[in-house]
């Protein structure tokens, strides 16, 4: 680490963790909310969403950033409005055209599809953290090239669905894993990864996009050029963050590999990734500051500062017992984990040592099973009829991959 006391970017981000996470500069939110009518008198908003809905612990509604454009008051007064708002959507309306789902009693007047792009004429109440809709006016997507780009990605995310829907759970947990969508991921399932300390291989990060990023460059050796395989990586690493959306993690995970990629062309060889990681950090901060205090984005840079930190440290010690494969896995996760421990001790109030071992002998298993099953999604676009088949040779891996976590799962875990 010595090295690195005299570099800007280095000593730039140990001054921002200090004083954002200390308290001492406090971080504004550039895109808060505002109105001139009374927050706690506000029944109605137009906007357009920024997030795709996410299902909430209970399971009960949904939750997704809104941009606000206009509001109106319980005196039927319309104001414009700026700024983000969590809104709470009912879990009747966001499921209303999900396969499975497609007879769910709905509780407002009519159904609209809820994704990232659609602009919404929404009816409710405000609380503190949220805006609570009881129904929905309106939804629909506009007609500029960026709506129509929304829509498509909102259709071929409902289109996916309705595949992994037809691979039952098998195709749930596939659907998780491509585009961070879990309505599916049977519940058992999804508390067994948590208590097995294997919540970060649900969360769409690094891992991830390194698949992606895997295939491009087989691609590209395949055709045998050098500069194409860059291009299409690129492309790979765009379609898959603007098809799965930009959770903090995901990010992270997107603007290291762009780096990474940056540095390739520029022929570095041998980029230091805690340079790379350290400037992602500052860039992202930048992009969305208000990101400093998400559980997700605090874990992913924490997790690989962590394996870049410790790594060769652990790994210099495994490597006299264990195998080339075991030993670096081995060292990344328990570099990883270790270094995370205390910030999910104080957050979670658990943390699962087991997941150390469980990462090594799950991950080999998860990445099968992803690749097989992205094969297994191309084919059966261009031969519906294997649809069925497919769906059972997933369903085997996802059984070993359940067996696997839920055995696990069983270990102990540390609780404050």
Same mark, same amino acid.
């Given at each position: 680490?010595?090295?690195?006391?005299?570099?800007?970017?280095?000593?730039?981000?140990?001054?921002?963790?200090?004083?954002?996470?200390?308290?001492?500069?406090?971080?504004?939110?550039?895109?808060?909310?505002?109105?001139?009518?009374?927050?706690?008198?506000?029944?109605?908003?137009?906007?357009?969403?920024?997030? @795709?809905?996410?299902?909430?612990?209970? #399971? &009960?509604? +949904? %939750?997704?950033?809104?941009?606000?454009? =206009?509001?109106?008051? !319980?005196?039927?007064?319309?104001?414009?409005?700026?700024?983000?708002?969590?809104?709470?959507?009912?879990?009747? @309306?966001?499921?209303?055209?999900?396969? #499975? &789902?497609? +007879? %769910?009693?709905?509780?407002?007047?009519? =159904?609209?599809?809820? !994704?990232?792009?659609?602009?919404?004429?929404?009816?409710?109440?405000?609380?503190?953290?949220?805006?609570?809709? @009881?129904?929905?006016?309106?939804?629909?997507?506009?007609?500029?090239?960026?709506?129509?780009?929304?829509?498509?990605?909102?259709?071929?995310?409902?289109?996916?669905?309705?595949?992994?829907?037809?691979?039952?759970?098998?195709?749930?947990l596939l659907l998780a894993l491509l585009s961070g969508a879990k309505e599916y991921t049977e519940n058992d399932i999804a508390e067994a990864f948590k208590k097995a300390g294997l919540s970060h291989i649900l969360a769409l990060s690094g891992m991830h996009l390194s698949m992606f990023s895997g295939i491009a460059i087989f691609a590209g050796k395949k055709i045998g050029r050098k500069k194409l395989t860059f291009i299409i990586r690129i492309i790979a690493l765009i379609l898959f963050v603007w098809f799965a959306g930009f959770s903090?993690?995901?990010?992270?995970?997107?603007?290291?590999?762009?780096?990474?990629?940056?540095?390739?062309?520029?022929?570095?060889?041998?980029?230091?990734?805690?340079?790379?990681?350290?400037?992602?950090?500052?860039l992202q901060l930048m992009i969305s500051p208000q990101s400093y205090n998400n559980t997700g984005f605090?874990?992913?840079?924490?997790?690989?500062a962590g394996i870049l930190i410790f790594n060769s440290f652990f790994r210099r010690y495994l490597v006299r017992f264990l195998p080339g494969y075991f030993s670096a896995s081995l060292s990344a996760s328990a570099s990883a984990q270790i270094f995370t421990a205390p910030y999910s001790l104080k957050t979670f109030g658990t943390f699962a040592p087991v997941g150390i071992v469980a990462t090594t002998v799950v991950t080999p298993f998860i990445t099968i099973f992803i690749y097989s099953g992205l094969c297994l999604i191309i084919l059966c676009l261009f031969f519906p009829f294997l649809v069925k088949p497919s769906g059972f040779f997933v369903n085997i891996l996802y059984t070993i991959i359940k067996l696997f976590v839920s055995f696990f799962s069983k270990f102990t875990i540390i609780t404050i």
């Open positions: 680490m010595v090295k690195y006391s005299n570099n800007s970017i280095f000593i730039a981000v140990f001054i921002c963790i200090f004083c954002i996470y200390s308290g001492l500069v406090k971080v504004r939110d550039r895109n808060k909310f505002s109105s001139i009518l009374n927050p706690s008198e506000i029944c109605y908003l137009e906007g357009k969403l920024l997030s @795709s809905p996410v299902k909430t612990a209970n #399971g &009960k509604n +949904y %939750t997704a950033n809104f941009a606000v454009r =206009a509001a109106k008051d !319980e005196r039927d007064i319309k104001s414009t409005a700026y700024g983000n708002i969590r809104v709470l959507i009912s879990k009747e @309306s966001v499921e209303a055209f999900y396969p #499975g &789902k497609l +007879y %769910t009693p709905s509780k407002v007047k009519g =159904a609209f599809l809820w !994704e990232a792009g659609g602009s919404y004429k929404i009816h409710g109440k405000m609380n503190k953290d949220f805006f609570i809709i @009881s129904y929905c006016e309106n939804g629909f997507f506009g007609n500029s090239f960026a709506e129509k780009l929304d829509y498509l990605r909102a259709l071929a995310r409902l289109q996916f669905k309705r595949l992994m829907y037809a691979w039952g759970s098998a195709g749930g903090p993690s995901l990010l992270r995970a997107f603007i290291c590999s762009m780096l990474l990629l940056i540095a390739a062309i520029s022929n570095v060889k041998e980029p230091d990734m805690l340079i790379i990681l350290s400037f992602s950090f500052l605090i874990l992913s840079y924490g997790a690989l």
